[in-house]
T-cell receptor
Framework: DGGITQSPKYLFRKEGQNVTLSCEQN?????MYWYRQDPGQGLRLIYY???????QKGDIAEGYSVSREKKESFPLTVTSAQKNPTAFYLC??????????????FGPGTRLTVT | GQNIDQPTEMTATEGAIVQINCTYQ??????LFWYQQHAGEAPTFLSY??LDGLEEKGRFSSFLSRSKGYSYLLLKELQMKDSASYLC???????????WGAGTKLIIKP
């Protein structure tokens, strides 16, 4: 079955610790994305990548870092510099083709709690 | 600025019809998506409109008016499993990224 996996589903960390969230896809999609979802707000884009070894900052990249060493994988690190890291994190992927709708497919999400 | 507005919450009765509206003001436009998201789960794709008019897909239909910056999602023959949040998102033509509305939580009552 093709899809996107994120692990773990729930993650608890102490303030001041870096934490890495995993995202893997086997849909052969070129583009991958990381979003953050907070109650009452729309999805906010953290980082996105259209091709291996390249990625772009989204609207709220401060305090986060990513890598794209393989087409299938796009891990997100939440650093201690992120002031309010507790949130629901969603990874998505899509094709990247001109003239098509390139809808995004989402993983199940990771709920991160930092205390 | 860029803005997408949806009602925060709506309530409807099982078997009935409900229309969820979305208005947008964005610097560019390359299509509008509707996604469904059950609580604590991933959003799933429902529809995409890039031309004006109505797109029908089973119990769900989506309408777009580009000149008015307006879309709606119409759900017919509501079922309890339709209780979810419905997210409207506009695809920008500058960088092909999505701008998301905050979502509309739809509550279905028996």
């Amino acid at each position: 079955d093709g899809g996107i996996t994120q692990s773990p589903k729930y993650l608890f960390r102490k303030e001041g610790q870096n934490v890495t969230l995993s995202c893997e896809q086997n849909l052969n999609h070129d583009a991958m994305y990381w979003y953050r979802q907070d109650p009452g707000q729309g999805l906010r884009l953290i980082y996105y990548s259209q091709i291996v070894n390249d990625f772009q900052k989204g609207d709220i990249a401060e305090g986060y870092s990513v890598s794209r060493e393989k087409k299938e994988s796009f891990p997100l690190t939440v650093t201690s510099a992120q002031k309010n890291p507790t949130a629901f994190y969603l990874c998505a992927s899509s094709a990247w083709e001109e003239g098509t709708r390139n809808e995004q497919y989402f993983g199940p999400g990771t709920r991160l709690t930092v205390t | 600025g860029q803005n997408i507005d949806q009602p925060t919450e709506m309530t409807a009765t099982e078997g009935a019809i409900v229309q969820i509206n979305c208005t947008y003001q964005t610097s560019g436009f390359n299509g509008l998506f509707w996604y469904q998201q059950h609580a604590g789960e991933a959003p799933t794709f429902l529809s995409y409109n890039v031309l004006d008019g109505l797109e029908e897909k089973g119990r769900f239909s989506s309408f777009l008016s580009r000149s008015k910056g307006y879309s709606y999602l119409l759900l017919k023959e509501l079922q309890m499993k339709d209780s979810a949040s419905y997210l409207c998102a506009v695809l920008q033509d500058s960088n092909y990224q999505l701008i998301w509305g905050a979502g509309t939580k739809l509550i279905i009552k028996p």
